[in-house]
Every structure is written in C-alpha cells, then in structure tokens.
C-alpha cells in the first residue's frame, strides 16, 4: 500500500492554466506538507497543515490555494500558472512530533511543465 | 529562520567511503536527519540523530554530529553504485515541523 500517492505524476500545461494536485496519506498523520522543488534540487517548504488547519504559509504567491478537505487529503491548487511554477512538487505528512521525533513520509512527486 | 547549508556535489570510487557534510543554524532540534532520493523519487528517510548524541552508527551507515559547531556529517562506508542518489540534511524549523531541507549533495559513485 502506497502511504503517502499524489496524483497526476506528471502534469503538463499552458501558461495562464489553472491546475490542481492531489495529495492522500493512509498513515494516520495529522501534519501534512507541500515542498517544491526546483530544477536544481532545491527543496522549499510552501504549506504545512496540522488537522486541516493552516499552520505555516512561506512565501508563495496567493495563486498557489492549499486545501484539506479531512485530515489524510491535502490538495494544492494553482491559477494562472505562470512558466516559472514549473517544478516537482511533493506533498508529505508526519505525526506530531513526538519528544521531537517527526519522520516525514514523501509522496512520488508530481512534475509540473508550464508551457 | 533556519538556515541548512551543504555542498552540492561529491564523487567517489566504488569501495571507498563518502562523508556528506552540512551545517545548520537552529540549534533546539531534538532530533537531525539524513533523507535520500533516488532519481525520479520522493525522499526517504535515510538515518537520524538524537541532539545529545555525538555518533550514531547503523551498518555502513555513520552519523556525527558536532553541536558546537552546528556541523553534522554522514559518512557511507564501501560505498556503492546504489548509493548515488542525493543526500539531504534536514532540520526542524523552530525544533518542530516542518524539516527544512538543504540544498542536497548529489553523490555520484565512479565503478
């Protein structure tokens, strides 16, 4: 059983496009994360959420939308899509940390090409 | 906020030994860890370290961490081609979540 799927694995778009991700973990974590990660590997966090509640927003534009519909699904909307966006994103998700042991669990990815 | 810095590259020769290196800057994480990802993956969770730990070893596997200096290391004995992958430190931000990765140390292993 995959503990941590995102879907589409691969998505290619239009610049202007408006897209969504989807996240789903089956490891009864109640945190879960959007990191992005850019052409040279560089991994930044963009969400984190803590029982479908917003706990942390860095720096991303507001046409990047985080929802949690319930607490094992956390999807990443995206309007206007802009060449800039294209990217891997990986969603994760993890326990609260317990005596400040968190081990975050990864999703496959989901390469995003703005064309 | 938290900063996580590390090389970017390392080759080795199949055989020998590696050492990753990274530095950090939060030093109230109870815990440090190694993540690795295979070409085309997501991150696994290689290795972690307690913070009042100085070592850990697991097999070939060996973890130092120097609080002082906020320098941590990861050193990989008789390192493989199934190694190559790349490396990431990562620390919790504020001692907590979410990890804040480095920039990655891609290890390419020469046969």
């Known amino acids: 059983d995959t503990a941590v799927s995102q879907t589409p694995k691969y998505l290619v778009t239009q610049m202007g496009n408006d897209k969504s991700i989807k996240c789903e973990q089956n490891l009864g974590h109640d945190t879960m994360y959007w990191y992005k990660q850019d052409s040279k590997k560089f991994l930044k966090i963009m969400f984190s959420?803590?029982?479908?509640?917003?706990?942390i927003n860095e720096t991303v534009p507001n046409r990047f939308s985080p929802k949690s519909p319930d607490k094992a699904h956390l999807n990443l909307h995206i309007n206007s899509l802009e060449l800039g966006d294209s990217a891997v994103y990986f969603c994760?998700?993890?326990?609260?940390?317990?005596?400040?042991?968190?081990?975050?669990?990864f999703g496959q990815g989901t390469r995003l090409t703005v064309v | 906020g938290e900063d996580v810095e590390q090389s970017l590259f390392l080759s080795v020769r199949e055989g020998d030994s590696s050492v990753i290196n990274c530095t950090y800057t939060d030093s109230s994480s109870t815990y440090l860890y190694w993540y690795k990802q295979e070409p085309g993956a997501g991150l696994q969770l290689l290795t972690y370290?307690?913070?009042?730990?100085d070592m850990k070893q697991d097999q070939r596997l060996t973890v130092l961490l120097n609080k002082k200096d906020k320098h941590l290391s990861l050193r990989i004995a008789d390192t493989q081609t199934g190694d190559s992958a790349i490396y990431f430190c990562?620390?919790?931000?504020?001692?907590?979540?979410?990890?804040?990765f480095g920039k990655g140390t891609r290890l390419s292993v020469i046969a």
């Open positions: 370290i307690f913070s009042n730990m």
């Open positions: 994760a998700s993890s326990s609260y940390p317990r005596q400040g042991y968190a081990e975050a669990f």
């Open positions: 990562a620390d919790p931000s504020e001692g907590n979540t979410p990890l804040v």
């Open positions: 959420y803590n029982n479908k509640e917003l706990i």
